[in-house]
């Protein structure tokens, strides 16, 4: 299994831009979730979602949009970038507490976005 | 809401010293617990867990943490340090019932000094 895959490992963007930050996992998890990474803050809560169809806002939601039509892709997508965006973005998958006793978030590789 | 403090944004020790690594959590209701360790430039991998089994948990790479619920703490504890521990340690909680929403501390770098 890869596990949590993020793509791309580093970004550049221009304040106004807009783009996309891929995660996929290959582990059939319900649960997927966004967070962002900012030095001394830990991490933070973006969105989250509980299943195919269903996503929910987390801490830090504004600026950010996603969607999950399938179970193995969660897309976060910048509307409008701010350098405040700035930040190394984690995604994470884990069973649902239905389906599993095991509870922990698998978290991919990250991406690391910076906004000009 | 809950919420995670971690004492101790830099903690130094000498290689071979007790790694103590200290986490305190506020929940209405005894919650999941887990420490997560990062690398350099690398994502978040699990150290060890407490899901209301036991209260000492035991996780790779030697370390092991304690759930005192009169004290709502989860220390991180590591009877002798080594240099390829030194990383940045993460204490989270989730709500039973929501592995999907972890809330995490903000972070203790550990440095270890030959």
């Known amino acids: 299994n890869a596990g949590v895959t993020q793509t791309p490992k580093f970004q550049v963007l221009k304040t106004g831009q807009s783009m996309t930050l891929q995660c996929a996992q290959d582990?059939?998890?319900?649960?997927m979730s966004w967070y962002r990474q900012d030095p001394g803050m830990g991490l933070r809560l973006i969105h989250y979602s509980v299943g195919a169809g269903i996503t929910d806002q987390g801490e830090v939601p504004n600026g950010y949009n996603v969607s999950r039509s399938t179970t193995e892709d969660f897309p976060l997508r910048l509307l409008s970038a701010a350098p405040s965006q700035t930040s190394v973005y984690f995604c994470?998958?884990?069973?649902?507490?239905?389906?599993?006793?095991?509870?922990?978030?698998?978290f991919g590789p990250g991406t690391r976005l910076t906004v000009t | 809401a809950q919420s995670v403090t971690q004492l101790g944004s830099h903690v130094s020790v000498s290689e071979g010293a007790l790694v103590l690594l200290r986490c305190n959590y506020s929940?209405?209701?005894?919650?999941?617990l887990f420490w997560y360790v990062q690398y350099p430039n690398q994502g978040l991998q699990l150290l060890l867990k407490?899901?209301?089994?036991?209260?000492l948990v035991k996780g790779i790479n030697g370390f092991e943490a304690e759930f005192k619920k009169s004290e709502t703490s989860f220390h991180l504890t590591k009877p002798s340090a080594h240099m390829s521990d030194a990383a940045e340690y993460f204490c989270?909680?989730?709500?039973?019932?929501?592995?999907?929403?972890?809330?995490f501390g903000k972070g203790t770098k550990l440095t270890v000094n030959p």
């Open positions: 582990m059939n998890h319900e649960y």
């Open positions: 994470a998958s884990s069973y649902s507490h239905r389906a599993s006793s095991s509870y922990e978030q698998y």
């Open positions: 929940s209405s209701v005894p919650p999941y």
């Open positions: 407490y899901t209301s089994a036991a209260t």
């Open positions: 989270a909680v989730s709500p039973r019932g929501g592995s999907e929403k972890l809330v």
